[in-house]
């Protein structure tokens, strides 16, 4: 098993920039991969970026390609997620989860889940 916490949310102005933290306490965090998804108010929760165990690979949702970059340290047994150019439409909670294997982007693919933590962009 493995534990999530994440870490780095706030209230930014729109153009501004955040980096989430996700640490990760168990066994094994080299052995998964990590995603970042994210759920506003009435919307159902939905991939932001993934990387797979190694960091070699990651997938971004098309709505953040060029302004969010996933990334990990397995030292650390930590993934994060540089946010820049942040838009209104960027405001959620975004919560990190954690699968062995790669190439899954639904949320009902992971196995485990941080509590989450808060983004909000103003215009």
């Known amino acids: 098993q493995v534990q999530l916490a994440e870490s780095g949310g706030g209230l930014v102005q729109a153009g501004g920039s955040l980096r989430l933290s996700c640490a990760a306490s168990g066994r094994a965090f080299d052995s998964y991969a990590m995603g970042w998804f994210r759920q506003a108010p009435g919307k159902e929760r939905d991939v932001v970026a993934a990387v797979n165990w190694s960091g070699r690979r990651t997938y971004y949702a098309d709505s953040v390609k060029g302004r969010f970059t996933i990334s990990r340290d397995n030292g650390k047994n930590t993934v994060y997620l540089q946010m820049n150019s942040l838009k209104p439409e960027d405001t959620a909670v975004y919560y990190c989860?954690?699968?062995?294997?790669?190439?899954?982007?639904?949320?009902?693919?992971?196995?485990?889940w941080g509590q989450g933590t808060q983004v909000t962009v103003s215009s």
């Open positions: 989860a954690a699968r062995r294997g790669w190439g899954f982007i639904r949320a009902n693919e992971y196995d485990y």
